[in-house]
């Protein structure tokens, strides 16, 4: 019987030691972490083995079996990923915003970590070893809760973990899994705000919704997104097409795929034609409204777009086609549609983007570019936790910095407030 | 009848005009409100002196009845504070963390409203004016909720400050108040995750707790400070007797104030003695620990410390008072009880303060220094919103930097991904 409350404490006793854990030292329990890894290899493989056959038999889909597999490939590829994250940069100590206050009290804030991370995740094993070795590098203790069809995978994966954690001298209860498939267990950890600091779901829309419904613990929600592109009467339409193309068809299961593309109405009768054509070669399918119906006049593929389909978060080879008559339409659709993740125009109207830049309300805005770059990896951040599509603390892709919070230190001199 | 859910358009419409609003317009809607809460006083002063019989009535403590209360002085100070914040400094619209990546997409990041806040608040009617501005000036809308026992003044002041945002060209529903004093809306506003991007409570530990326990929002928890001071064997003991009666004594019923004293045993003989000295002059009593009692031994105003009172905020002239071997043990205790609000150490150790800066995990740590200093105009902020002992977004202090979140923009030239 799993005490959600004894392994807060726990976890909450582990992050207190990692918080004042040199870089160097947590860098060597990554790489130990790898380590074992590597040696539990053919443990963990048979363990996710009998995952994939209890699937099958379940009826998991392939596209959720292939999520599920790991593979030596995989599992050199998720050592290797621990390893690149002992060599990021460690965030945790860094001092900012120091500055001396008329009275003499010299004032600083220092950025610490969290504490201790709640993650609540769906399916794919690697975010177990992904996960875990953020929250190490950034001072964290993590509890873990994934999808109970990858139960035996995670926990193999886990004991590699924490033997790696225990190699290195930190403690094991950095990273804690809970293994017992209890759904009340997710509602318990949700509420252990006496332990735990921040939740992030790694999921569908139903996990964020039931996430930011029961918590009371700040929720990182996001990862759903109704991306739109808008091509302006001064886009390069050429350009256009392959950002287009780009954005829906390179990895279209993702959150920062394209859903919808508004097309300046100046612009459609040259456009529409173009870019139904190159995409369908991708396979793509589209959902046009009466003026985009008009201008493509039978083509195959398209088909006109049903009320919930501008709130449609496609997920697949789905593109939504509107004609607007301009900018302001475009914005007038976005911000009654968007989700708040990414969302780009497509102009030589400088004026134009400035408006669009400084109008659209969403996590990553683009000019002339691709939604697909709203990524960690992407942006150069060297790893992502996740994508935050709510406002507080950190918004977009979120990497070890975002784990972590800071202090103010007040140093003084006998200083009192008058 | 309220719609929250209407409320929470109208809101999110006033937001996004807000958002682009340059910083002039903003500071002349804030010197309008200002204007329109003098041009109104009679009637905000008439309303107040309503409330405040019922308040007597309903035999409202002296204390709540103060708090209630609006003067011709106070109407005047508010009225200022007011034009203050048209003085403080936007940050909405900076940008930071500019980059360009390998492959020529140009990233920055631009802070940018939250968006609308959610305020619940108790008594004291000047938050009415104090929230609405600071909201203005961060280009947030905010939809307002306070005590019913302040309905008549607050719905007084919330119609001068939409009077002046209108005379001032903007929306007046930048600042939305809640007038129907049915709990149950305060319910409904807490779960408005659709409209709504922050909940900021206003009051004691009961409101928190029921915001965090019912919020699908975001709710910046604080205020609550069990507050400590170690006194280190080497520290300046003449001084040590000063900060801990600032620390206590100068406003006692706020969350900053001192709740308990550790000494370290060396100087514990020495020490007491001084500190309750001087303590009980200013009408403190004190709760000791065994060891302190012994040394303290019968002294008037001193007794024993009950099970509880190292996790009360006394919110009063109480002081805890414990004996303790040294630095580590005065650690556990923080550890073990501290809101991690505001704790120090008062040393001439320069190892002992910095092993104590960083294992001390609370939004304010100090070294020689009052605990009342964790305060938005002290650290010089000029401003502050509320006092966050959570751990998301900001810590400590929040002002109007706090009341913003960032987007990413990212130009290319039809970046593509690979």
Redesign the interface.
């Known amino acids: 019987m799993v005490d959600l409350n004894e392994l807060g404490r726990r976890a909450k006793r582990a992050a207190?030691d990692l918080?004042?854990t040199p870089t160097e030292h947590k860098n060597a329990a990554l790489n130990a972490i790898a380590d074992a890894l590597e040696d539990a290899q053919e443990a963990i493989l048979a363990a996710n083995q009998a995952d994939v056959e209890d699937g099958r038999e379940a009826g998991l889909s392939d596209a959720m079996i292939d999520r599920l597999t790991l593979t030596e490939a995989r599992m050199g590829g998720i050592a290797a990923d621990t390893r690149r994250v002992a060599n990021l940069p460690d965030p945790v100590g860094e001092e900012f915003d120091a500055?001396t206050?008329p009275n003499g009290?010299r004032?600083r804030k220092?950025r610490?970590p969290?504490?201790v991370l709640g993650v609540i995740y769906e399916s794919r094993p690697n975010v177990t070893v992904d996960v875990s070795a953020l929250a190490l590098k950034s001072g964290n203790a993590a509890i873990l809760r994934g999808g109970s069809e990858t139960l035996r995978s995670n926990m193999a994966l886990i004991e590699a973990i924490r033997a790696g954690l225990d190699a290195a001298g930190l403690p094991a209860d950095a990273v804690i899994y809970i293994d017992d498939t209890d759904r009340a267990h997710v509602l318990s950890l949700l509420r252990l705000?006496r332990y735990v600091?921040?939740i992030i779901p790694r999921g569908g829309a139903g996990l964020h919704a039931f996430c930011?419904?029961n918590a009371?613990i700040?929720?990182i929600t996001g990862g759903i997104g109704v991306c739109h592109l808008f091509v302006d009467d001064s886009a390069?339409l050429a350009?256009?097409v392959?950002?287009i193309?780009?954005?829906k068809v390179?990895r279209p299961t993702v959150c920062n795929a394209l859903d919808t593309a508004l097309i300046h109405e100046a612009v459609a009768e040259a456009f529409l034609p173009q870019v139904v054509g190159r995409l369908r070669e991708d396979g793509v399918t589209f959902r046009a409204d009466p003026r985009a119906l008009d201008v493509l006049n039978g083509s195959p593929g398209v088909e006109a777009a049903g009320p919930n389909d501008w709130d449609t978060e496609w997920l697949s080879l789905v593109l939504g086609l509107k004609v607007v008559d301009g900018l302001d339409e475009a914005i007038a659709h976005i911000?009654a549609h968007s989700t708040g993740h990414s969302d780009g125009i497509?102009t030589r109207d400088e004026a134009h983007?400035d408006r669009f830049?400084?109008?659209i309300?969403?996590?990553?805005?683009?000019?002339?570019?691709?939604t697909?770059?709203?990524d960690g990896g992407?942006?150069?951040l060297g790893a992502e936790v996740a994508i935050s599509t709510?406002?507080?603390?950190a918004?977009?892709?979120m990497a070890l910095k975002e784990l972590t919070?800071?202090?103010?230190?007040?140093?003084?001199?006998?200083?009192?407030?008058e």
Chains 1, 2 share one sequence.
């Open positions: 207190q918080a004042t500055y206050l009290l004032v220092r610490t969290l504490g705000h600091d921040m930011r419904e009371t700040p929720v390069n350009s256009a392959d950002v193309q780009n954005a390179q911000q497509l983007a830049v400084d109008v309300d969403s996590a990553a805005v683009y000019v002339n570019a691709s697909r770059f709203t992407q942006f150069g709510q406002k507080l603390h918004r977009g892709p919070t800071y202090k103010w230190i007040a140093v003084g001199e006998g200083h009192v407030r």
